[in-house]
């Protein structure tokens, strides 16, 4: 059951009455999520989408590069998952692949227009941010904090915004 | 070896391990890759409050956290060991335009003239700086997810919410591109 929940996290599921429960972070359970993203972050510079010139190029149409990268990840992404399935492929640990379908609501819409107006200013998206501050861009860490307010002042109004 | 992998990575290798992300992820622990959902945990996490949406056992998602870690880590790695030596090359078009609205530096990745800590206090720097990360943390959770959680997950998954997510993003950006930047490089 516990397992189940951590799957089904969704910005509608509410896990209030779990409040309390003393779950310990285990580092050598997260350690090759750790890795996994090592190797990510590595691939976002290298492959500059974490450039706000790439960015720029993208919204104004003079550079293939962000829709040849986007494109090809989109096409792996769908290609292995459609094998998941096909195959019924398990964890490591021997569980079902489960991903959840996501629900429609009008947050994707306006949502997503508010990320696009961030996204063409910042010419980062969230794991852009991570990878500059990284990458020594020290006052991307203001941009990373404006984003966690960002979604404190979400969390705020949710029940007052239209969905 | 270590030249090839100093150079710029090409579009379709880097779009081959992202995508990979998505099974790897899945296979290592079923876990959706996303990133902005991170932002949530670490609400979650440091700024505990009496909202809904931020009560929950943030620690059963913390694999997230280790997971934008790592990526921040991948940046140091990737920019004190794997630099390119070479100045970053911009599209033409997309260069004549900044350099007509007061964009000088192109020798880094994004241009340091705007992204610095002094510009922070312009009116100019606070918008891209401060105003566009604020919109990218409130509209990414509006919007249930971002780059990686939609347009690549999701789009990966056939899942329309996310194909109407992904069109909003572009959407977003391409107005504040040819309609709003303009003015704010001028300022």
């Given at each position: ?163 | ?73 991948g940046g140091v790695i990737a920019t004190v060991f ?19 609205h007061n964009v000088t530096d192109f020798a880094n ?79």
């Amino acid at each position: 059951m516990a397992e189940k929940t951590t799957k089904q996290f969704s910005d509608e599921f509410n896990i209030g009455e779990e409040i309390g429960n003393d779950t310990k972070v285990s580092f050598s359970k997260n350690v090759k999520y750790l890795i996994v993203g090592i190797f990510f972050g590595i691939t976002f510079v290298k492959t500059e989408i974490i450039s706000w010139f790439r960015i720029q190029e993208m919204f104004r149409f003079d550079s293939f590069h962000m829709y040849g990268v986007i494109g090809t990840a989109v096409v792996v992404g769908a290609i292995s998952i459609f094998l998941i399935k096909k195959f019924n492929l398990k964890t490591l640990s021997g569980e079902a692949i489960e991903l959840e379908p996501k629900q429609f609501d009008k947050g994707q819409i306006y949502g997503g227009l508010i990320f696009g107006f961030g996204w063409a200013l910042t010419g980062a998206c969230p794991g852009p941010l991570f990878a500059l501050i990284g990458s020594g861009f020290s006052v991307i860490i203001i941009t990373l904090l404006f984003a966690i307010f960002g979604t404190w002042v979400y969390g705020y109004f949710k029940d007052k915004l239209p969905h | 070896m270590i030249e090839l992998i100093k150079q710029p990575w090409t579009w379709y290798a880097g779009g081959i391990l992202i995508g990979l992300t998505v099974p790897l992820l899945l296979i290592l622990g079923n876990k959706p890759f996303g990133i902005s959902s991170s932002f949530r945990h670490i609400c979650a996490a440091c700024l505990p409050s009496h909202l809904n949406y931020f009560n929950y056992n943030w620690k059963k998602e913390v694999w997230n956290l280790f997971f934008v870690a790592g990526i921040l880590l991948g940046g140091v790695i990737a920019t004190v060991f794997l630099k390119d030596p070479h100045v970053i090359v911009i599209a033409d078009n997309t260069k004549k335009f900044l350099e007509q609205h007061n964009v000088t530096d192109f020798a880094n990745i994004l241009p340091t003239d705007v992204f610095n800590w002094d510009e922070l206090f312009s009116l100019r720097g606070f918008i891209l700086i401060c105003v566009g990360g604020f919109l990218v943390g409130f509209g990414t959770r509006y919007a249930g997810g971002c780059t990686s959680g939609h347009a690549i997950t999701g789009l990966s998954n056939l899942q329309l919410p996310s194909l109407v997510a992904t069109i909003s993003f572009m959407v977003g950006g391409i107005i504040v591109t040819w309609f709003v930047l303009p003015f704010i490089l001028n300022l």
